[in-house]
């Protein structure tokens, strides 16, 4: 039988089992190389960055922030490799625990924001400090820990046909990610991260088959709640008045100041770029460089066909993810691949967006690029574990045989799904 094909005593059925095979190497390939991407261009604006902060009263060497995230590249290679390794049954089983720690960790932040022993910026606080092996963020640990308890939650709730019941899906599932959303946007003010968190939920029930009407509702809630919580924050505000004002903002204008630099940065990029390490914008002028601008910064330096090589690695993952998740039988290693590509989507899609001014801007990081290590590391981890369950893909014919969705119209029609691999498990 074909490799990835599935058997039972000889024969394919329904409650076959998977036969493993070789992972998706591109899935391997593409976040490597833009890993090293965002190494490379943090090593060309590192120093540039470390004068400015020495500008400030600090005394960062030049190669400073070149090693931190050098640092950072290793450990997440590391936590992609173990999340590869580790059985996904083992992940998936202690993925409640992993939920609660990352609430926990957030609760226990928020407390020592209160009391002064974290130091809050912004008027939040969203890093606990480690000493000399630097600082972790919890809002990912918390996004790591939903994104494993929904494939769970809701794998089952679609094997007993109740992904639309009322009080056996939806209400738990409306608590979970509300309680989420208001640490994470509310006490931490960080919205990026809670539209990310969103994605995740939001693509998870959109491939498990949420009715449209649901889907409908949740859609129209978010963009409430999304409102009630721009026009509640002043600095939210300012950015969509400024998005407003498109073309007619100026670089005299200190709101619109982060967006028309990041636009300079591209603009001045031309076709080819200016080459590694002549960065003009990097030195002070563009705000959060290394962070959430550094696709600006790639547009400056490496021009036009940079940033869609840039764009093209990312569509290539992205769509690796989604042949993946529509290879697997069992639902929720589908809803669970489900929710990583709406993990990185988000974070794509609305950072690129941002920075070319149509969409406002959010401070929502670009994935495996953007300077930091807790972030990388836990979306490595998630990367690790989609393509662990690369290995359990079948042909498109025998998930049509297993869902009993013959014109395969959607990916939703894993919502009636019915068996799952038991190796895959």
């Not at 998706?24 to 470390?50: E, K, N, S």
């Not at 590249?73 to 939920?99: D, N, Q, T």
Request: aromatic letters at 8%; a positive charge.
């Amino acid at each position: 039988m074909e490799r990835g094909g599935w058997t039972r005593r000889g024969r394919s059925a329904p409650e076959g089992v998977v036969r493993v095979h070789k992972p998706d190497r591109l899935i391997l390939v593409m976040t490597f190389v833009l890993m090293l991407v965002g190494l490379l261009v943090i090593y060309a604006i590192g120093p540039q960055r470390a004068n400015l902060m020495n500008s400030l009263g600090y005394d960062y060497s030049d190669q400073y922030f070149f090693v931190k995230q050098a640092v950072s590249f290793a450990l997440a290679l590391i936590a992609f490799f173990a999340a590869y390794k580790i059985p996904h049954s083992f992940i998936l089983k202690h993925g409640s625990k992993v939920l609660w720690a990352g609430f926990i960790a957030c609760i226990g932040l928020a407390i020592a924001a209160k009391v002064g022993i974290v130091e809050e910026t912004l008027g939040a606080a969203r890093w606990i400090s480690l000493g000399p092996l630097g600082s972790i963020q919890p809002s990912e640990i918390l996004k790591f820990g939903l994104l494993t308890y929904l494939a769970v939650f809701l794998g089952v709730r679609m094997k007993e046909g109740a992904i639309n019941d009322l009080h056996k899906t939806l209400i738990p599932i409306a608590v979970i990610v509300g309680l989420a959303l208001f640490m994470i946007v509310v006490v931490q003010r960080d919205l990026g991260t809670g539209i990310s968190l969103t994605a995740i939920a939001a693509s998870m029930l959109f491939v498990g088959g949420l009715d449209k009407k649901y889907l409908a509702i949740l859609g129209v809630t978010m963009l409430v709640l999304g409102l009630i919580l721009i026009f509640t924050s002043p600095h939210r505000v300012e950015r969509v008045m400024t998005f407003l004002q498109g073309d007619n903002t100026s670089v005299s204008d200190a709101d619109s100041y982060h967006i028309e630099h990041a636009k300079i940065a591209i603009g001045s990029g031309g076709i080819f770029g200016v080459g590694i390490g002549d960065s003009v914008q990097a030195s002070g002028y563009l705000p959060e460089a290394i962070n959430d601008s550094i696709f600006a910064i790639i547009g400056e330096t490496f021009g036009f066909v940079g940033t869609m090589a840039l764009i093209a690695l990312f569509v290539t993952l992205l769509m690796r993810l989604l042949q993946t998740m529509d290879h697997l039988l069992d639902p929720k290693l589908r809803l669970l691949v489900a929710g990583v590509f709406g993990w990185m989507a988000a974070h794509v899609i609305l950072n690129i967006a941002a920075m070319i001014g149509i969409f406002p801007l959010t401070g929502i990081t670009l994935p495996l690029l953007s300077y930091g290590g807790t972030s990388m590391i836990f979306i490595t981890a998630a990367l690790g574990l989609a393509y662990q369950l690369s290995r359990y893909t079948v042909h498109t014919s025998q998930v049509k045989e297993a869902t009993g969705n013959e014109d395969s119209r959607s990916r939703r029609g894993v919502g009636r799904t019915r068996h799952a691999s038991r190796r895959g498990a």
